[in-house]
């Protein structure tokens, strides 16, 4: 199994473009988050799925879209990027909810200028 | 919003020493899970351990310890003769049932085990 994937890996984009951060999991979890990591913040929850075709806001979803047409895949949009959105971008899923353990994807660094 | 607090924001140990790392956290419910995270230097979180809120025992994996104390709201990690690979970030963190729930990080404490 791959786990959870994320590309890519590294990105730099120019205020106001447009991007898409892509997520996919193997294990058939129904579960799938988006988190973002700021320096010295912890992570904080952008948009979560409860299965296909469900999603929800986290604590963060300003300036973020997600959708959820399988269950292996959970992508994450920005519309018009802004150097607020620099930070590092964790994806996540697990089997139940979050409050099982959570399979994390290797990240994807975003910079905004 | 209910809080997750590591107050230690760094430590640096001798390799060989012990070390704990703190975590407190706030509730509004009876039933919760608290977990701890590793963030190695190459950047994945890896999950090191979850624990129910009924279930107060303490457990040991290895070098690695847990003392949840409901009567403080305290669910701290201690190191046993920290390595070199233990430098890292961890975070703990506190989820309620539901589909629906968060779970809320807490800050992070970064360790650097010198050698």
């Known amino acids: 199994n791959a786990g959870v994937t994320q590309t890519p890996k590294f990105r730099i984009l120019k205020i106001g473009q447009s991007m898409t951060l892509q997520c996919t999991q193997d294990m058939n979890h129904n579960y799938m988050y988006w988190y973002r990591q700021d320096p010295g913040m912890g992570l904080k929850l952008i948009y979560y799925s409860v299965g296909a075709g469900i999603t929800d806001k986290g604590e963060v979803p300003n300036g973020y879209n997600v959708s959820r047409s399988t269950t292996e895949d959970f992508p994450l949009r920005l519309e018009l990027a802004a150097p607020s959105q620099t930070s590092v971008y964790f994806c996540?899923?697990?089997?139940?909810?979050?409050?099982?353990?959570?399979?994390f994807g290797p990240g994807t660094r975003l910079t905004v200028l | 919003a209910q809080k997750v607090t590591q107050a230690q924001t760094e430590i640096s140990v001798v390799e060989k020493e012990d070390v704990t790392l703190d975590c407190v956290y706030e509730t509004r419910d009876t039933t919760y899970y608290l977990f701890w995270y590793k963030q190695p230097p190459s950047g994945e979180l890896v999950f090191l351990i979850r624990r129910n809120s009924f279930d107060e025992q303490n457990e040991i994996s290895g070098r690695y310890s847990w003392n949840f104390q409901k009567s403080t709201s305290s669910f701290n990690f201690t190191i046993t003769a920290s390595q070199v690979v233990d430098s890292a970030v961890y975070f703990c963190a506190r989820a309620y049932t539901g589909a629906n729930s968060k779970l809320t990080f807490g800050k992070g404490i970064t360790l650097s085990v010198r050698p």
């Open positions: 996540a899923s697990s089997r139940q909810g979050q409050g099982y353990e959570q399979f």
